[in-house]
């Protein structure tokens, strides 16, 4: 256990909808990062927030959003679903921010299928 | 933009053989980590390299920074079945700060 909790492991959901992806990090880390990983791809980053505001923004799609609450958990909102959506997403927590030279946790992910 | 490319994109060795995956960031780099993914499982920090030439060992496992602080190596000594899975580098720009993650490399071993 890494100490950076995701959920849902699995969603299985249809093109045109709505998902919620939740994360909580590691205790003591301030910032969140999100990443989608496709079959045989890398990490492709998608957001950073630290404490609440966003810091660095990646390969984002208009149809994702995110944000992270007052108690440090963040949400990824994938609308208007594509096949091409399919991928897993991994949540990752460090303690400081990007200018620092930190680690990341990441957890153990979210596998969305989009039929 | 930055890039880190990661090679090679696969690797199938024999059980015992070496192994090495080279990666190469076309900026300068503030420094470099090195993650291992399982298959299945989610990527796990290895290792964090900072100072240029630095050479760092964790067992079979030697990682190496490049003099000018762009490239990176990781090379597995004789390695065994349980060193299967993806590696990742990921080099944090001296410019931007942001991590960037190369494509992976992903290694097979045949018992």
């Known amino acids: 256990d890494s100490g950076v909790t995701q959920t849902p492991k699995h969603l299985i959901t249809a093109t045109g909808q709505r998902v919620t992806l939740r994360c909580s990090p590691r205790?003591?880390?301030?910032?969140v990062y999100w990443y989608q990983q496709s079959l045989d791809q890398g990490l492709q980053f998608l957001i950073q927030?630290?404490?609440?505001?966003?810091?660095a923004k990646g390969n984002i799609l208009e149809r994702f959003s995110a944000q992270q609450f007052p108690d440090l958990h963040s949400e990824l909102n994938l609308s208007s679903l594509e096949l091409g959506d399919s991928a897993l997403y991994f949540c990752?927590?460090?303690?400081?921010?990007?200018?620092?030279?930190?680690?990341?946790?990441f957890g153990a992910g979210s596998r969305l299928t989009v039929l | 933009g930055q890039q880190v490319m990661q090679i090679p994109q696969y690797q199938h060795v024999q059980e015992g053989e070496d192994f090495t995956t080279y990666c190469n960031s076309s900026t300068t780099l503030s420094n470099i980590q090195w993650y291992k993914q399982r298959p299945g499982g989610h990527p796990v920090f290895l290792i964090q390299?900072?100072?240029?030439?630095e050479v760092k060992k964790q067992k079979r496992l030697t990682f190496q920074f490049g003099e000018a602080k762009k490239n990176s190596s990781l090379h597995i000594t004789a390695t065994q079945t349980t060193d299967v899975g993806t590696y990742f580098c990921a080099g944090r720009s001296s410019n931007t700060g942001k991590l960037i993650f190369g494509q992976g490399t992903t290694l097979q071993v045949k018992p």
């Open positions: 990752a927590s460090s303690v400081a921010t990007a200018a620092g030279a930190n680690v990341l946790t």
């Open positions: 205790s003591g880390d301030l910032s």
């Open positions: 390299l900072v100072k240029s030439g």
């Open positions: 927030y630290y404490n609440g505001e966003e810091r």
